[in-house]
């Protein structure tokens, strides 16, 4: 396992169309997490599955967007009719929890989203 | 909710040189965990560093360390020995150790430059 894989690495859409991204964490981790990032800003949080379950979103998560991790795998991040402001870095991360304890955060390289 | 500051966008150092990242955080919590993650141009985040709160020791990686100082909720990162490898985007980030709320809160960044 080399690591946290997302796909696309880039992506160009028109305002309006839906897009889907993936993301596949470290094979053993059970946490995933969706972070957003603009340009010159540090990542903000999004959502975060535990297993199959989403256990936390962020107010930042409009009805516009949705994520899933149907069998406790891989995860898509899915944008809605996207806006100019969507434009951003989405940058997934994964970690193993065990008990009470958390592994440090693992992040892929991000897909860059820009909406014309 | 916490909050992380890094109140330097752009710092730059001679190579071989030590140089200091700034940050601020703020909470109301007494345990938690602080990170520098390294952010290279086109690449993904990795971590840096760790420090635990409720440990007084600062945490130390090779060339990395830290300087913790909890009643200022000030965590700044030190670099010694500066190497042309070290340029990227440094980001701050605190998590609550509050089990099912596991996600990072990040600073704005400081972007770090080597002088050769």
């Known amino acids: 396992d080399t690591g946290v894989s997302q796909d696309p690495r880039h992506k160009i859409t028109k305002r309006g169309q839906n897009v889907t991204f993936r993301c596949d964490p470290i094979s053993e981790h059970n946490r995933l997490y969706w972070y957003r990032q603009t340009l010159g800003q540090g990542p903000e949080f999004l959502t975060y599955?535990?297993?199959?379950?989403?256990?936390?979103k962020s107010r930042l998560l409009s009805d516009r967007f949705s994520a899933e991790r149907p069998k406790g795998s891989f995860s898509t991040l899915e944008i809605q009719r996207t806006e100019q402001g969507d434009s951003a870095m989405y940058l997934c991360a994964s970690s193993l929890a065990t008990g009470l304890r958390d592994t440090e955060a693992f992040f892929g390289q991000g897909t860059r989203l820009t909406v014309v | 909710a916490q909050t992380v500051t890094q109140s330097q966008p752009e710092m730059s150092v001679q190579e071989a040189e030590t140089v200091t990242l700034s940050c601020t955080y703020d909470t109301s919590e007494s345990d938690y965990y602080l990170f520098w993650y390294k952010q290279p141009p086109s690449r993904q985040m990795i971590l840096v560093i760790r420090?635990?709160?409720?440990?007084?020791q600062n945490a130390t990686e090779n060339r990395f360390s830290v300087n913790f100082q909890k009643a200022a909720k000030s965590f700044s990162l030190k670099i010694s020995d500066s190497q042309l490898g070290d340029a990227a985007m440094y980001f701050c980030?605190?998590?609550?150790?509050?089990?099912?709320?596991?996600?990072?809160?990040f600073g704005q960044g400081t972007r770090l430059t080597i002088n050769p």
């Open positions: 599955f535990q297993n199959e379950a989403q256990l936390e």
């Open positions: 420090q635990e709160a409720y440990k007084q």
């Open positions: 980030a605190y998590r609550t150790i509050i089990q099912g709320a596991q996600k990072l809160v």
